[in-house]
Each structure stands twice: as C-alpha cells, then as structure tokens.
C-alpha cells in the first residue's frame, strides 16, 4: 500500500514502493488509481498516481521500477526537507544542477530534490520552493555529453 507520510529514502524508495520492483507488485494500483500513463522516453513507461501525490518510471524492458517522484501533496520528507519547503531548508551538501534542473549531492546518489520553477533563472532560485523529491536507481542511468545529462541504460 502506497504511504503518502512515509519517508523519502534515497536510492531505496519513496511512499512505500521500492526501486527496482517490478510494477506488477502494484498493480491493484493501476487498476483504479491511475489517472494515465506517458511514454517519457524510449524504454520508459511513467503512471501518475493523482491520488497519491506521485509518479512511477518503470523501464518497459522488464518492467522493474527506476524513478519514484513526490509531487505537490506528498506528506512524507527526506532528511526534513519536504515538498512545498523554501529550498534554504535542503542541506548545504546538495548542489543545484543546470543540467538536471535540480539539487544533487555527490556523495548521496539516489535522489533529485528540483523546485517548483521550471528552468530556473539563477536569481530565481532564492525564492523558489522546493517542488519534487525523486528517488532513483543510479545504475539505471548513464552519464552523455559534457552536461551530464542523464538517459535510461
């Protein structure tokens, strides 16, 4: 059962589903929750649970879970830092991302805290909100181009 107050734990899980499960798992869930679905990327499938207040990335190619975003209404917070929070609340160690368009920290994988402003100007992110939390599988992703920018493996 999805848990909209658990904790977000990086690399591991966000309301209690856990990364790199296959979506079959979570299937009563699709049945009567699911508002829709996108095609987000190549080997990518994304439901939107409205309900729940976040999104499942799953990779077509198996069916197993990669990415699990908090949206707007998500109660449950990673390391105090929660949705709708003035991004002066995410730790220090955490770097915004130009590329990513969100707040990263190298030596915690697993997990992108963006804000509630799409492709913020840089004088824009003192007063922006921090907007999503994602966990994510780091060895589902590789690293092209200089940028960073990150593709499903």
């Excluded at 209690?16 to 699709?30: A, F, K, N, T």
């Excluded at 649970?49 to 077509?60: E, Q």
Aim: charged share 20%.
């Amino acid at each position: 059962m999805i848990d909209i107050k658990a904790n977000i734990i990086p690399s591991v899980s966000l309301g209690g589903v856990i990364l790199g499960e296959h979506i079959g798992r979570y299937e009563y869930l699709l049945d009567k929750h699911v508002v829709k679905y996108v095609q987000d990327a190549i080997f990518s499938v994304k439901y939107k649970f409205p309900d729940y207040h976040l999104s499942i990335s799953v990779d077509v190619r198996n069916g197993n879970i990669y990415k699990i975003t908090a949206h707007s209404g998500y109660i449950g917070g990673m390391n105090g830092v929660f949705i709708g929070d003035p991004i002066i609340k995410i730790p220090k160690s955490f770097v915004y991302d130009d590329c990513d368009e969100g707040y990263m920290d190298k030596n915690m994988d697993g997990v992108i805290i963006q804000t509630d402003i799409d492709d913020p100007l840089p004088e824009e992110l003192a007063s922006a909100k921090v907007g999503v939390i994602a966990v994510f599988l780091p060895s589902a992703f590789t690293l092209s181009s200089e940028c960073s920018n990150r593709e499903i493996v």
